[in-house]
């Protein structure tokens, strides 16, 4: 398409517009940077076989409902999806049940097809491991190479002896480079109070941006961070990739999507809520979904940004579309628990909504909508919220004619409500 019609964008927006909840933090989408400077990641990726020395055979004594139990890595390497990511990139043996994703496009079709390859294939290609496998990046965001690098050396040059990247999205890729941290971890409670060191009850953003930076270490139950971790793939695609016949992403419920994953962690609704495990509690489930959704509108609306800016005409509908299916169910759970938000929220929509294309003031509208506080997630964490709350929220998306359309928002008002009707 050459543009976008004022008709068209509220056609799509309808009664939900458009907007974000997010500071863009992560803001790399797979555009490779070759000649950028390098820098220094704080560990080395040791890779899923290392890992496997003590999370294979399980705990002596432990039940399937006390989880972790030592047997993260067996379960990964059998049943998790993240395990095929890399098998994608090769399209000689492919897994005959094939996830619900897959591409009819075969790897090496769209590896062709791609414009400013920095390798051979796509299995050496940062911009393909990026999200197919576990490559150097802080923070989610990506180191680039030196200029002249070869992708295999430099890959190597961050990962230990023994590791394969042939294991696809592996321990590594969500909980950070291990070899700082992997004989420490041991200990108990170790990761927990290194981040309560950090300041985690007063600043958890900051306690889990300094874990990384000192450690190399990840810490997953920071539920900002978790879906941070989760959209840098599942939401965020550069258009260069669409033009060689990648497909779009899909929006993303994030405790839909960990239902899918087998689970590998302690059962949250069954915690308690407190400094070091964030949203615990009967109410988790419906946490999960506020601050996934919240997550997921930034991660949208900043491809509708990055793609006007890049003049990424045929692909800025698509990421409109998966904008709006966010808002479209994010906005009753905002409107409840942070109304001051949902009202700027619903400002930056209507001049979203307003602009005749994707030019001028179309492209300004984008890049407002997609720069409200990061700290809206962190302050959804804590929200004040009952299960009668929740009770209001699910009525009001089960009635909501708008995000019963067909398409993307039809599908994710499904899976939202699956979500909040798990709180009792």
Known sequence: MSQLSSSALRRLSGAAGLACAGLIVLTWSGQTKVGAEEAETPGRYVGQSECAKCHEQGMAGRGKDQLPGL???????????????????????????????????????????????????????IRCLSCHGVVVHDFGTPKWFKKGDNRVVFANEKHQQGYEASEGVSCDGCHGPASGWLKAHEKEEWTTQQW??????????????????????????????????????????DSGLLAAAHPDLEAFELWDQNTRVPPHWRDYSKAADKPELPAGGALHPARVWLVGQSTALQASLEEVDKRAKAEAEDY???????????????????????????????????????????????????????????????ALVGAKLDAAGVKKILAALEGDAEAKKKGQRARLRELSLVALKRVK
């Open 71 to 125: 047997k993260e890595s067996a379960t990964w390497a059998k049943d998790d999806q993240h395990n095929f990511a890399y098998k994608r990139l090769d399209d000689e043996d492919p897994p005959e049940d094939k996830p619900r994703w897959a591409s009819e496009v075969t790897s090496e079709e769209i590896f062709d097809a791609l414009e400013g390859a920095e390798a051979d294939m796509a299995s050496e290609s």
């Open 196 to 237: 309560l060191a950090r300041g985690g009850a007063k600043d958890p953003a900051k306690a889990s941006q300094k874990l990384y930076e000192d450690l190399g270490l990840y810490y997953s139950k920071d539920l900002v961070l978790w879906a941070e971790q989760c959209v840098r793939c599942h939401l965020r695609i």
């Open 316 to 378: 800025i509908e698509s990421a409109v579309e998966r904008a709006v299916a966010h808002w479209t169910v994010l906005r009753h759970g905002l409107k409840l628990v942070a109304p001051e938000a949902h009202g700027k929220l619903e400002k930056a929509m209507a001049a979203l909504g307003e602009a005749e294309d994707m030019k001028g003031k179309g492209k300004a509208a984008a890049a407002g909508a997609a720069a409200l506080p990061r700290s809206l997630h962190y």
